[in-house]
C-alpha cells in the first residue's frame, strides 16, 4: 500500500500554496480581526507592568481592560474561522475563495470559541512554565484545524474531533517550533524595516527623527510590543492555514480518499 | 403505531418492542434530533459564557502574580 507521508515539511510545502491563494483579501480579515486583541493584550501588560507588585489592590481596574480583551478575543476568533474556511475552500477548489468564506456555520465558530477559551485559559494559567504555553498553542492549532469538522452543537462533539486528530502531535510539536521562530523572524524583519524606514526619512527627505528615535527605540517597551503584535499577525495567516491543511491531510488519509486521488492522478497520467 | 394506520407487516419497523411506520418513524427522530440539538446548544453557549467569564479572571490572576514576582 503506498501512502502519501503525513510530514511536516509536506504540509507546510502545500500550507504556502493555500496562503498565497487565500491570502488576498481573506489574510487581511485574519490582521484586521486580530490586532485590536493584541492592542488589548499589551495594553493589560503594560499597566500591570506599571503597577507592580500593587496589581493585586487594582483588580476592578484590571478586570475592566481584561474584559474589554476578552471582547476583542470573541472578535479575533471569528477572523481566525472565516480564514481556517477561506484556506479548506482554497485546497478544495485550487482557486482564491469568494464571498462564501464569509458563511461560517455558526456551530462551528461557537464550538471553536469553546476550545479556544480553554486553550487561552490554560496559556494564562501555565505562561510561566515552558510546557504549559506549548500544550496551550498545540490544542489552540487543534481547535481552528478541526473548527469547520463541528457540525453539531455539544460541549463533548469538539473535542471527539481533536482526540481524533491528536495523533498528528508530532507535527504539531514541530509547528510551534517552526512559527516561534517564525515570530522572532517576523519580529526583526518589522524592526529593520521601521529603522530602514527612518534612516531614509532623515537622509533623502531630511526630516527631524529626534522624536521619533526615542519612539522607534527598543528601549521603548510599547514599541517592542507593538513590533511583537506585528509579527504574530504576519505569522498568524500561515500558522492558521498550516493546521487546516494538517487536519485536512489527516483526515483524508484516515478515510483512503488519499488512496483515490492518487488513483485518479495515476489514470490522468495514463490518459495523457 | 402512533398514527394508528393498518400497515402491512413489511412496511412496519419495530422500535422498542412497537411497531412504527416510516412517517411515525420519522417524526420520533427529527424529535429527538431536535431534543438533542436545543440541549446541546444550550450547554455549548453556557460552556463558552463561563469559559469567557473565566479566562478573565485567569488573565487578571495571572498579570497580578507576575507583576509580584517581578
Partial sequence: MIRAPLSTTSVLDETAE???????????????????????????????????????????ALGTIANLTILAFIFSRWGRVVFARACRLAEASDATP???????????????????????????????????????????????????????????????????????????????????????????????????????????????????????????????????????????????AAHVVLVRRAGVAETGEDLRIWFRELQSRWAE | MTCRNAVCQACATQWDGIYHCTTCLAARRTASRERGSVAGWLALVAGVLLLLRLTTYVMVWAGALIAGLF
Fill in chain 1, 18 to 60: 493555500v496562503v498565497s491563494r487565500a491570502a488576498a483579501p481573506w489574510a487581511a480579515v485574519v490582521a484586521a480581526t486580530s490586532l485590536p486583541y493584541r492592542f488589548m493584550q499589551i495594553i493589560f501588560i503594560e499597566r500591570v507592568s506599571e503597577l507592580g507588585s500593587a496589581a493585586t489592590h487594582y483588580g476592578r
Fill in chain 1, 98 to 240: 469568494g464571498r462564501e468564506a464569509w458563511g461560517v456555520p455558526l456551530v462551528a465558530l461557537v464550538s471553536y470559541l469553546f476550545v479556544s477559551s480553554i486553550a487561552e485559559i490554560v496559556y494564562y494559567a501555565s505562561v510561566l512554565t515552558i510546557v504549559g504555553p506549548v500544550l496551550a498553542a498545540m490544542l489552540a492549532g487543534l481547535a481552528i484545524g478541526t473548527a469547520e469538522l463541528n457540525t453539531r452543537p455539544g460541549i463533548m462533539a469538539p473535542w471527539r474531533h481533536i482526540a481524533r486528530h491528536s495523533k498528528t502531535s508530532k507535527q504539531l510539536m514541530s509547528f510551534v517550533f517552526i512559527f516561534f521562530v517564525g515570530v522572532i523572524v517576523a519580529f526583526i524583519n518589522l524592526a529593520a524595516t521601521f529603522a530602514a524606514g527612518a534612516w531614509l526619512a532623515h537622509a533623502f527627505a531630511g526630516v527631524s527623527l529626534a522624536r521619533w528615535d526615542v519612539l522607534l527605540s527598543i528601549r521603548n517597551k510599547h514599541y517592542i510590543f507593538l513590533l511583537l503584535a506585528g509579527a504574530i499577525a504576519i505569522v498568524e495567516p500561515f500558522w492558521i
